[in-house]
């Protein structure tokens, strides 16, 4: 039978929606979270009987045929690079990216990773780092006499140093983007990696064209709609639900053709 | 042999594939452009199995092809930019791969690192003059109705909408695509229209499906107890007449 088999498929592809849908509801306050989407595709079709074939030697041809599909199969899981809601923490080193674009950060290891996870933070050395310490690139370093920083629209970031009346610049972050955002690599952590599928980095200054600008004191929410999310898992229940219920339907008329013979 | 058997068997054999169908449909039944499909069975009319002199002759069940119906599915917001569904029964979009064209229902489409516009599966989607090139650095792409595409509003291209005179003849491919069978060209589809950042849910309908598979089950249930009450009458009038008085 093979509707078993095509059920189970069914089954399988509603438990990684579910998986999907509970890691965006566990990511609901993650800054800078993008939540992400299962997508579904029918799997291969059998032609039992092709169409187009001819159905007698009058050349008469079968119009539609017979096509079994075997199932389902989840073809992506994308992440929605919708813009989350800007939310005022003021945090004197958090920033937002209201646009397209991501920061880098230099991982330990020497690789450049991407996010959009602006609270960062000052390390010992008054480099302007992200909450696990890694470096944000290019390198900013707060001066230990300033009193106040502020953070421009395009990214230059300015400090009165005590005793000063005017801001001097102390370094201008910079901003990448890509061909293909839904290709970059989640590896933890808000860090997203390059790779093959994205395309190469393309860094810019924030505000120029293509590139969204930067908003000081703000950090970006996670755009997980938590109503979305809660429908979707009602249907995906539903839908687990419906396909078990075929797994019992084939299983019983396989039960009852085995009777026929008592 | 008794014709009943042979009827109530060839009915079953139909009812099992229709199982089959109907488990497809429900699996899914929350695949972006999916189809629902339906076994169109037809009656067989055959020689009876054994000969008499009333001599109606036997129907049997055979199952004729597979009808689709590509009625609108629902649209379902998604806020990507680069999700499209189209309105309008039986359009298509365009694209291609190595193998040839193909045409789906499914615009969940991505850039890949060329900036050529694809499938999640890789085949390029087809616009006017062949594949689309989309350089993100010049905006966002905003899509209209009739499938224009515009960065920071400067024409940048169009997706081709197509639609067949004939859909039977498509054939499902898989992966949401369906593949020309016959040699008739796609023709430009203008009444419909291509909706951005939103996607067409299946079309299934998972209430009917149920419905579909309660029927299939008691229809096979009933056959089955009709082939053994055929037996059984077989094996008593064997009994019966065999008897020596």
Redesign the interface.
């Known amino acids: 039978m093979r509707a078993l088999r095509t059920a189970a498929s069914g089954m399988s592809a509603q438990q990684l929606n579910v998986e999907v849908i509970s890691n965006n509801i566990a990511n609901m306050n993650t800054v800078g979270y993008k939540r992400q989407r299962a997508e579904f595709q029918d799997l291969l079709y059998q032609n039992v009987e092709r169409m187009g074939a001819q159905s007698s030697s009058q050349g008469t041809v079968v119009p539609t045929g017979i096509q079994i599909g075997a199932g389902v199969k989840a073809g992506a899981v994308y992440r929605v690079t919708e813009q989350g809601t800007p939310t005022n923490t003021g945090g004197l080193y958090d920033v937002a990216i209201d646009g397209r674009g991501y920061f880098q950060i230099l991982l330990p290891s020497g690789e450049t990773a991407f996010t959009r996870a602006g609270n960062f933070a000052l390390n010992g050395e008054g480099q302007l780092v992200t909450d696990d310490g890694y470096a944000v690139q290019p390198n900013i370093s707060i001066p230990q006499d300033a009193v106040d920083v502020s953070i421009s629209k395009s990214g230059q970031v300015q400090v009165i140093t005590a005793g000063e009346t005017e801001p001097s610049i102390v370094g201008q972050l910079e901003i990448a983007t890509f061909f293909n955002e839904a290709g970059l690599e989640a590896v933890g952590d808000n860090l997203l990696l390059e790779t093959t599928a994205s395309g190469p980095a393309n860094v810019g200054t924030p505000g120029e064209v293509g590139f969204g600008q930067l908003l000081h004191k703000f950090t970006e929410a996670s755009n997980v709609d938590a109503v979305a999310e809660i429908s979707s898992l009602i249907i995906a229940q539903r839908a687990y639900e419906m396909n078990s219920k075929v797994i019992t339907t084939a299983d019983q008329m396989l039960s009852v053709a085995s009777q026929v013979k008592s | 042999m008794e014709n009943a058997a042979y009827v109530g068997l060839s009915r ?1 054999m139909t ?3 229709e ?6 449909n ?7 452009g ?1 189809k629902v ?1 339906q ?2 069975v037809g009656t067989e009319v055959g020689e009876r199995a054994r000969n008499a002199f009333i001599r109606p002759s036997a129907s049997f069940v055979l ?6 119906d590509f009625g609108q599915g629902a649209l379902e917001q ?3 930019s680069l999700d499209f569904a189209i309105e309008g029964e039986g359009a298509f979009f365009k694209l291609q791969d190595g193998a040839g064209e193909a045409y789906t229902r ?1 615009g ?1 489409f ?6 050529q516009l694809t499938t ?2 890789g085949f390029a989607v087809l616009g006017d003059g062949g594949p689309i090139i989309l350089d ?5 792409p905003a899509v209209g109705p009739d499938g224009t595409i515009s960065q ?1 509003g400067e024409l940048t291209g169009r997706l081709a909408v197509v639609r067949f005179d004939t859909l ?2 498509l ?6 695509l369906y593949r020309n ?2 040699n008739a060209a796609p023709v430009e589809a203008t009444d419909a229209r291509v909706r951005q950042g939103m996607l067409e849910g299946s079309n299934v309908n ?1 209430i009917l ?2 419905t579909n ?2 029927e ?2 008691r229809a ?2 009933s056959i ?1 107890r009709m ?2 009450n055929t ?1 059984d009458l077989s094996r008593r009038s064997v009994e019966r007449l065999g008897r020596v008085s």
């Open positions: 079953q009812l099992r594939r199982l089959d169908i109907v488990a497809n429900i699996a899914n039944a929350d695949t972006t999916f499909e076994l169109l199952d004729k092809g597979v009808g689709r998604t806020g990507r499914d969940a991505t850039l890949n690192a060329e900036g999640e599966g993100r650095a010049l905006g966002e920071n039977s003849v054939e499902k491919g898989g992966d949401g069978a016959s998972p499906e149920i598979l309660i299939i089950q096979y249930e089955s082939i053994e037996n």
